[in-house]
């Protein structure tokens, strides 16, 4: 998925709408390849010895995930480990 041939994980500019005043565009240079503000932060995390980013919480992270599967199932995208039970130390 893209937004103006820029990935969904990388975008380079957001519409802002706010519900009063005008509509504009913020646009913001490309950094990486690719979830390097997600690297930035955890690496931030981990040299300060966060279990977790007070920006995006685990549990954040895994509805975020839910949400996005539940999108897939809808438009009929499966992948061969889709029902498998998640266990730890398990590889797939």
């Known amino acids: 998925m893209a937004a ?3 990935p969904l994980h990388n975008p380079v500019e957001l519409t802002v709408s706010p519900e009063a ?3 504009r565009v ?8 690719g979830y ?3 690297l ?3 690496t931030r995390c981990i040299q300060s010895g966060l ?3 007070p920006t995006m919480s685990w549990d954040h992270s895994l509805r975020t995930l ?3 599967d539940g999108v897939r199932v809808q438009l009929g995208v499966h992948y061969a480990n889709d029902g498998a039970a998640a266990v730890p130390g398990r590889r797939s």
């Open 36 to 38: 390097t503000y997600e």
């Open 4 to 6: 103006d041939g820029a």
């Open 66 to 68: 839910r949400l996005f």
């Open 51 to 53: 279990p977790e980013s």
């Open 21 to 23: 005043g005008d509509q």
């Open 40 to 42: 930035r932060e955890a």
């Open 26 to 33: 913020e646009r913001f240079p490309q950094i990486g390849n």
